[in-house]
């Protein structure tokens, strides 16, 4: 389906918590958010190269969830009561981030390597919690585990391959973030230098063996999409992209799972005026960006859109099953579905935005 449209520092401690994750863990700790009824707790693997904008998309997701929230709060009160509750523990690296992303955006001839902005030399960890019934208790808390780039392309920051499997298989949903100028500049040639998808690929293939959690949904984001956009070249970017990554949209439907693709404006106002390459040989180079700047504020457009699908496929999965079903979190959350008046308006909603992005 295609459509537009405290971070915990120490690695190692980080990844000892991911190894010994339960999905039934109560992980609501947050003085806003009390919890006397069960969470859903989904945890989101985050894919992609280093640099090619996995923090900048999750910054600009929260911060355009946050007042698309607020927006349907003020337009219906009476039935749309969702809230969001980032952990207070990453709610300072969120804003630091988000003020990073506003300084960029302030800055004429922007440039920057393949090697990205800002990028993380450890697995960061971010929880956000969504609050349906407008009651402060969390009824769902999504866990983004944003893996250093170099753990999927072999540069830079090595991890142990069991170490990333039991990251990988602890998580239910899969975003791959992916940089469009990579894709679109010079045609595409240096797409594999900026976004390692050949190698991503082998990882994803060697993850994917024997894996029980089968059907997995996997949101493609094409990041720093703003000058496509505006150039009205959203179709010759969607087809770029699912010729570069035919080999892991078919491994991720192959493994029955389902794939959303949607292009997004990471921060808005910045968009690709040049790619400059320099090479001593096709091993030996280094890929440049130049960004210009085209308004005069940080304004992303469509991130919420991955947060979004996620929301909506776990809770159309719930609505439909059975009871008795053996997978927990389904169990919990078709609970929860049935005993509140304000989740079907909140699925319709969910609905209609992503439809109302889809056609802009």
């Not at 929230?69 to 690296?93: S, W």
């Not at 180079?285 to 859109?305: A, D, H």
């Amino acid at each position: 389906m295609i459509l537009s449209a405290t971070i915990l520092r120490d690695g190692a401690d980080l990844l000892k918590q991911l190894l010994g994750y339960s999905f039934a863990e109560d992980h609501n700790s947050d003085a806003e958010v009390q919890n006397s009824k069960p969470t859903v707790v989904l945890p989101v693997i985050m894919i992609g190269a280093r640099g090619v904008g996995k923090s900048s998309v999750l910054t600009s997701m929260w911060t355009e969830l946050e007042a698309l929230f607020k927006k349907m709060r003020e337009e219906d009160p009476d039935n749309f009561k969702a809230k969001l509750y980032p952990a207070l523990e990453h709610v300072a690296e969120f804003e630091d981030k988000r003020n990073k992303l506003m300084g960029y955006a302030q800055q004429e001839g922007l440039k920057v390597t393949a090697k990205g902005l800002d990028p993380n030399s450890d697995l960061e960890q971010y929880k956000i919690k969504i609050d349906i019934d407008g009651d402060k208790k969390a009824d769902i808390e999504f866990v983004f585990n944003d893996l250093p780039g170099g753990w999927w392309t072999g540069r830079g920051e090595e991890a142990d391959f069991k170490d990333l499997k039991k990251v990988f298989e602890n998580s239910i949903y899969s975003i791959v973030a992916i940089d469009s100028t990579g894709l679109m500049e010079h045609d595409g040639e240096h797409n594999d230098y900026v976004n390692g998808c050949r190698t991503i690929v082998q990882v994803l293939s060697n993850l994917s063996e024997n894996r029980e959690n089968n059907g997995r949904t996997c949101i493609f984001v094409l990041c720093r999409a703003e000058k496509y956009l505006h150039e009205n070249r959203r179709k010759e970017l969607i087809d770029k992209f699912e010729v570069a990554y035919g080999e892991i949209l078919e491994l991720f439907k192959a493994d029955g799972g389902i794939n959303y693709v949607c292009a997004v404006e990471t921060v808005g106002c910045l968009e690709c005026n040049a790619m400059t390459v320099n090479r001593d040989d096709e091993r030996n180079k280094t890929v440049e960006i130049e960004f210009m700047r085209t308004r005069g504020e940080y304004m992303p457009v469509s991130c919420e859109l991955p947060i979004m699908l996620i929301l909506k496929d776990a809770l159309v999965l719930a609505k439909g099953m059975k009871t008795g079903n053996n997978i927990p979190w389904l169990n919990v959350l078709f609970g929860r579905i049935n005993g509140s008046k304000h989740f079907e308006s909140f699925i319709n909603k969910l609905d209609a935005r992503i439809k109302q992005t889809a056609l802009n």
